[in-house]
């Protein structure tokens, strides 16, 4: 296996605070993980340390086997491709200029060849975003927006691909349509990390998981390692029931 993500021993403070605490992982190419946990466990955090959108004050990444602080931005862009959690914009742009943006480490976004623009296309016509190609991004809903922004990290067309609760504002459908993608994205060789919180979403499409707990890896590995009855409790506090959907065929889990 080829890994494409590599942190050993990661620290990350916010003043005197330790949010992400002794972080060791090994990502590789070609597999769909979830990043699970509770709420304030360090997901956002850990994504966008990878991201290099924050700094780390021990350890070490390394990004398809080079430490990841010497990527400048463009080296970084054609790499990764992060869609944040907030996708909130200020300014009135059109949805295509906004996934065309995507393509910023190929080549400046308004000046866009053929190429370019079939990349584009195909991006938002698998996100069905291809009906707001003229509309203004601060016309569309939260969902929407959320789509917009899949569109783009596709568009970026990397092999790392990193989510931020992409589908918390998604109705059931496009849940399903964007993990569908993604799932199909990481069986064609691509690397997708993504942060959800439901869990039976998670242990359905996501082939690894990765549970934070107080901004340390509490388990990671394959979804029957990970969502068991004992690390449901100790993670989250609840009881559940963990067991096998035959119609799914995937672990289903229900608080009690």
Same mark, same amino acid.
């Given at each position: 296996?080829?890994?494409?993500?590599?942190?050993?021993?990661?620290?990350?403070?916010?003043?005197?605070?330790?949010?992400?605490?002794?972080?060791?992982?090994?990502?590789?190419?070609?597999?769909?993980?979830?990043?699970?946990?509770?709420?304030?466990?360090?997901?956002?955090?850990?994504?966008?340390?990878?991201?290099?959108?924050?700094?780390?004050?021990?350890?070490?990444?390394?990004?398809?086997?080079?430490?990841?602080?010497?990527?400048?931005?463009?080296?970084?862009?054609?790499?990764?491709?992060?869609?944040?959690?907030?996708?909130?914009? %200020?300014?009135?742009?059109?949805?295509?200029?906004?996934?065309?943006?995507?393509?910023?480490?190929?080549?400046?976004?308004?000046?866009?060849?053929?190429?370019?623009?079939?990349?584009?296309?195909?991006?938002?016509?698998?996100?069905?975003?291809?009906?707001?190609?003229?509309?203004?991004?601060?016309?569309?809903?939260?969902?929407?927006?959320?789509?917009?922004?899949?569109?783009?990290?596709?568009?970026? %067309?990397?092999?790392?691909?990193?989510? %931020?609760?992409?589908?918390?504002?998604?109705?059931?459908?496009?849940?399903?349509?964007?993990?569908?993608?993604?799932?199909?994205?990481?069986?064609?060789?691509?690397?997708?990390?993504?942060?959800?919180?439901?869990?039976?979403?998670?242990?359905?499409?996501?082939?690894?998981?990765?549970?934070?707990?107080?901004?340390?890896?509490?388990?990671?590995?394959?979804?029957?390692?990970?969502?068991?009855?004992?690390?449901?409790?100790?993670?989250?506090?609840?009881?559940?029931?963990?067991?096998? %959907?035959?119609?799914?065929?995937?672990?289903?889990?229900?608080?009690?």
């Amino acid at each position: 296996m080829i890994e494409m993500i590599s942190i050993h021993n990661l620290y990350v403070n916010f003043g005197n605070r330790s949010i992400l605490k002794n972080i060791e992982l090994n990502i590789y190419r070609g597999k769909f993980y979830g990043l699970i946990g509770p709420n304030g466990s360090g997901k956002t955090t850990l994504l966008k340390t990878i991201a290099k959108l924050l700094p780390y004050q021990q350890g070490s990444i390394e990004i398809t086997e080079k430490k990841q602080k010497s990527f400048n931005q463009k080296e970084l862009a054609k790499t990764l491709s992060y869609v944040p959690q907030d996708t909130n914009i %200020d300014f009135d742009f059109q949805v295509k200029d906004i996934v065309a943006m995507g393509r910023h480490a190929h080549q400046h976004y308004l000046n866009r060849n053929q190429s370019n623009e079939e990349i584009i296309r195909k991006a938002m016509i698998e996100t069905d975003t291809y009906r707001f190609y003229e509309h203004s991004i601060l016309n569309l809903s939260g969902g929407q927006r959320q789509l917009v922004f899949i569109a783009k990290a596709l568009a970026q %067309d990397t092999p790392i691909i990193l989510l %931020d609760e992409p589908i918390s504002a998604l109705d059931i459908y496009y849940q399903l349509r964007i993990l569908k993608l993604l799932q199909q994205l990481s069986k064609q060789g691509k690397t997708v990390v993504i942060v959800l919180h439901d869990l039976n979403l998670a242990a359905r499409f996501c082939e690894k998981l990765i549970l934070l707990k107080d901004g340390a890896v509490e388990v990671a590995g394959n979804c029957n390692a990970v969502l068991t009855q004992k690390t449901l409790k100790n993670t989250y506090q609840i009881d559940a029931s963990v067991r096998e %959907d035959e119609i799914i065929d995937s672990l289903y889990i229900t608080p009690l």
